[in-house]
């Protein structure tokens, strides 16, 4: 339960940033420029469906940021169950290292490297594609970026 609780934590983190970054008074008035997005459009949109989507998709990363910011959830996934494994590897490993790199700013650090090195592309990727400006491009890559730098920092510091 604990894991779930830090998990939505995680991804609503990418809500709370999204308030902030897209605000016109932020980056939202050149974003919406940039993506061709009018106020009338966001307006006529289901607000609720477009955030609960948003909470979900963003579940779902941190779901799978765990697995980048935790090196210990490697070394468990690496070790249990599999035949011929002897056990007291994965337990000798945890006593050794159970807590090592278990700290804000080690996840946030992955967590940058994962919105560097993943998001970022994907976003540049696409707008590439979609004929979308630069300033676009890191509009929507920065906001990404952050969040996965916060939501690597909360998954690492109390997972």
């Keep these: 339960m604990h894991t779930v609780l830090i998990l939505l934590l995680s991804a609503f983190t990418s809500l709370l940033v999204g308030f902030v970054w897209y ?8 974003w919406m420029r940039e993506s061709g997005v009018s106020e009338e ?3 006529g949109g289901n607000m609720a469906l477009t955030m609960l ?3 979900i998709y963003a579940f779902f990363i941190s779901f799978m940021l765990q697995y980048l910011v935790i090196h210990q959830t490697g070394a468990t996934s690496a070790t249990v169950n599999i035949a011929g494994i002897d056990p007291s590897v994965l337990k000798n490993y945890m ?6 790199y278990r700290t804000f700013r ?3 650090i992955h ?3 994962a919105g560097l090195f993943f998001a970022l592309p994907v976003i540049g990727v696409g707008a590439l594609f979609e ?7 890191l509009i929507a890559g920065g ?6 730098l916060l939501m690597g920092g909360i998954i690492c510091q109390w997972m």
Excluded at 23 to 30: D, L, Q, W
Excluded at 131 to 136: A, E, G, T
Aim: glycine share 10%; aromatic share 20%; net charge positive.
């Design 131 to 137: 004929r979308r400006s630069w300033k676009y491009t």
């Design 106 to 108: 080690h996840g946030a």
């Design 95 to 100: 006593d050794a290292y159970g807590t090592t």
């Design 111 to 113: 967590g940058f490297m």
């Design 53 to 55: 989507m948003a909470f």
């Design 41 to 43: 459009k966001i307006k």
């Design 143 to 148: 906001y990404w970026l952050v969040t996965c």
């Design 23 to 30: 605000n016109p008074k932020v980056f939202g008035t050149i």
